[in-house]
């Protein structure tokens, strides 16, 4: 049933590619080009899991991207998206957790090709070299990143960004000292590591449910540039610069082209999440240089 499906979508992805190839080129021209954001966990050919792509099919994704879009920063997403100006279809890679493997293929050939990544690790994990939760419980407690990897990859350029102390899910937090604790306290801890400012952060799960607005205050508290969310969207020009949206990096390369052919269907079911930053009171307030609320690519 799987490869079914596969199939059926690969199939429909090349009879709407001459179409979305061609409504790309027609918002590229208006200065409206979609930007995609991937995300990643782990890159790796031992233990495979459901956050786990091999590191063949990675570079796959590297190589049809790296000659398809323009590699760009999350710094450069938030640009474009609040100037209203995108005259190039872009994307931008990141991963979540900080997994050890990564250390051995993805991110050195991220270096090597000169492509911007963000690298969102949980401090307590790598600090304490604690397995994930997730990990224990499936039976394979994975190596995270040390310290010291951490300090290499941002020396080396890669923008390592914040994912909590503890990979908590926001939707079960009600305390705002813990939820203070894992984004604001978490930043600083992570500064000190690393030595460098802390400018993005990451929820868990990512999901609408995860996007708090007490988490959110958080964020905005903490002093960081925007926030990613994980539930599958893209960024258009005209809308909230501040959350970063993503989808998963899929090891099934159907999907994958799916997603960075712009998917219309995506586009018109993304859920909407709305908070506002204080001392606004209303989204609407928040961001008023936005303008519209619609996404310009969803017409």
């Known amino acids: 049933m799987r490869s079914l499906k596969l199939a059926a979508l690969n199939a429909q992805v090349m009879l709407t590619s001459p179409f979305r ?42 190589d049809y991207c790296k000659s398809r879009f323009e590699m760009i920063s999350l710094a450069e997403v938030q640009r474009r998206v609040r100037s209203q100006q995108s005259h190039n279809a872009a994307m931008s890679i990141t991963f979540d957790d ?38 224990v419980k499936s039976g394979e407690p994975l190596a995270v990143n040390t310290v010291q ?14 994912h909590t102390r503890q990979h908590v899910d926001f939707s079960k937090v009600h305390d705002q000292a813990t939820v203070r604790d894992e984004v604001v306290r978490a930043k600083s801890e992570l500064e000190q590591m690393i030595g460098r400012e802390v400018r993005y952060f990451a929820f868990p799960f990512g999901l609408p449910a995860q996007l708090t607005q007490a988490a959110i205050e958080a964020v905005s508290e903490a002093g960081f540039d925007g926030f990613c969310s994980a539930y599958g969207a893209y960024n258009l020009v005209g809308r909230d610069w501040f959350h970063i949206r993503r989808f998963h990096g899929d090891p099934e390369f159907a999907r994958l082209k799916n997603w960075l052919s712009i998917d219309p269907r995506k586009v018109r079911q993304e859920p909407e999440v709305r908070y506002f930053l204080p001392p606004a009171m209303s989204f609407k307030e928040t961001f008023p240089m936005m303008g519209r609320t619609t996404p310009l690519f969803a017409h």
């Open 98 to 135: 900080g997994y050890r493997d990564n250390c051995e293929f993805a991110l050195p050939l991220l270096i090597q090709r000169g492509i911007p990544c963000t690298y969102f690790v949980t401090t307590c994990n790598v600090r304490g070299q604690m397995p994930f939760p997730h990990d």
């Open 21 to 62: 190839r061609a409504r790309i080129r027609k918002a590229a021209a208006e200065g409206t080009a979609p930007i995609s954001v991937s995300f990643y966990h782990r890159v790796a050919d031992t233990c495979a899991n459901d956050w786990t792509i091999s590191r063949e099919r990675f570079l796959r994704h590297i």
């Open 149 to 162: 990897q951490i300090r290499e990859l941002s020396d080396a350029g890669v923008e390592i960004g914040c």
